[in-house]
């Protein structure tokens, strides 16, 4: 099984199911290389818990993945279709040495994945990936399997759900929510069940779309990537929001009562507000990634909050609060880190969160969100046929000093390379728009003149 290729992304194993690495094979050896490496910490729990979202690969992933386990002495815990932040709970409350959730997140329902938490609940580090990726990929199993009595049994736990739900509550204090009508959107994903369940057992007024999966209509027109279908059904039932779940429930996008999305900048900044008001922000910093708004930073520090920038992924944002003790972060595409409830991004969490803020306030989320403006922003992709280090262009380095000196305080440009296409990104940010329209033309022309210029300098 040697690939020359890493099987870990940034968010977990993803891929096509049944081409690798998404196949049963590569499961099975997945679930042996997680009871071998979690041995090696000197971890002497035998448990781990599997759930999955809605896709009809899950079946083949899950049944791979728990014979893995259990032929290497693993109990395993099968709590089927549940979000990833609930399968992070459950393996710290259950007292597992890991937790494994099979989602491609929002993807086609084509594509698969496994997400691995360790005991504590967090995304394992770097360093346990290539232990378990090592092991995957090594010819033979360096550690041989369990035989006979050292067999391990898969149990289904029914009560799952349930014991997720209660938590879900409990992180929001069991808030009335009654008064409020919301839409539930669950993108055909891993919420079906439990979102709609939370919101009306807390008093809401729930209308759901998107609940009835048949393993291949996840985030099909709807869920996190088209909030618009919400809007719609907010404004027909004159709901107060709707909420979106992406395909494993772990982000959320809103909409307001007249159905417009609101971006996942301003839901952060409303969040935070709420947090330093309640004495609940520590330390008064939040961690975002380089993606966020200008805008979003100028509202904190208004209100005297500090932002810690990150790089893209909600990992990198949680590592910067576990590293600092921080209690809240997020990124704009929806992902809300409550870190004194969850080790992850939870999209539940975070509707009750915004919820409880409109309660406490008696505000509608459109008045809420208008809690910081957002500066125009213009991105520009384009195709490259290399990817030159930025600082060896010259010509393109010295008009990035300018374009810096420019843009001031009051904007910004970040320059980088698709990490998955040969493509390159320009994006300029400023309060101003005709600043913004400028030097992200000027900057995308010379960038790419540098590179065609730099690759046709090559000796061939």
């Not at 079946?59 to 109990?75: K, P, Q, R």
């Not at 609940?121 to 050292?150: M, R, T």
Request: charged letters at 20%; a negative charge; proline letters at 3%.
């Amino acid at each position: 099984m040697a690939h020359n290729m890493k099987l870990f992304g940034t968010d977990g194993i993803r891929g096509t199911a049944n081409q690798f690495p998404i196949t049963p094979e590569v499961a099975l050896r997945t679930g042996k290389a997680i009871a071998a490496v979690m041995a090696r910490q000197g971890d002497a729990r035998r448990r781990v818990i599997i759930g999955k979202d809605t896709r009809v690969s899950g079946y083949m992933l899950e049944t791979a993945l728990t014979s893995g386990l259990v032929s290497a002495g693993m109990d395993v815990f099968l709590v089927g279709p549940l979000p990833t932040p609930a399968v992070a709970h459950l393996t710290q409350s259950m007292g597992c040495v890991a937790g494994i959730m099979l989602t491609a997140s929002h993807n086609p329902y084509q594509d698969n994945g496994l997400k691995i938490f360790g005991g504590d609940g967090y995304k394992l580090s770097d360093a346990l990936e290539e232990e378990i990726e090592e092991f995957i990929l090594s010819p033979e199993p360096s550690d041989p399997a369990s035989f006979g009595n050292h067999i391990g049994k898969a149990t289904r736990i029914d009560d799952a759900r349930g014991r997720y739900i209660e938590f879900a509550k409990h992180t929001a204090n069991n808030i009335s929510l009654h008064g409020l009508k919301i839409v539930v959107d669950c993108g055909n994903g891993a919420a079906y069940m439990v979102a709609p369940l939370i919101f009306r057992e807390l008093g809401a007024e729930v209308i759901t779309m998107a609940t009835s999966p048949d393993g291949k209509n996840i985030n099909d027109g709807c869920g996190a990537l088209h909030p618009e279908a919400a809007g719609a059904l907010v404004r027909e039932h004159g709901a107060d929001l709707g909420v979106s779940f992406d395909g494993d429930a772990d982000r959320a996008i809103f909409t307001d009562a007249q159905g417009r999305t609101i971006h996942g900048d301003r839901i952060i900044a409303l969040c935070a507000l709420a947090m330093k008001r309640r004495n609940r922000l520590r330390g008064d910093t939040i961690a975002v990634t380089v993606m966020s708004n200008l805008g979003l930073h100028a509202a904190m520090s208004q209100a005297g909050i500090r932002t810690i920038t990150t790089g893209v992924g909600d990992r990198q944002v949680i590592e910067a609060l576990r590293a600092h003790d921080h209690s809240f972060g997020g990124e704009n595409s929806g992902h809300l880190i409550f870190a004194d409830h969850a080790t992850t991004g939870d999209g539940i969490l975070s509707a009750l969160q915004v919820l409880s803020v409109m309660k406490e306030t008696g505000s509608s989320l459109d008045e809420l969100a208008s809690c910081m403006e957002e500066y125009p922003q213009q991105l520009k992709s384009f195709s490259v046929s290399a990817k030159p280090a930025l600082e060896s262009l010259e010509d393109f380095s010295a008009l990035l000093v300018e374009a810096d000196a420019a843009l001031g305080q009051h904007g910004r440009q970040l320059i980088r390379y698709s990490g998955t296409e040969n493509k390159a990104r320009v994006m300029v940010e400023h309060r101003d728009a005709e600043v913004v329209r400028h030097w992200t033309e000027k900057l995308s022309m010379a960038l790419q003149e540098s590179i065609s210029g730099s690759s046709s300098n090559r000796p061939s």
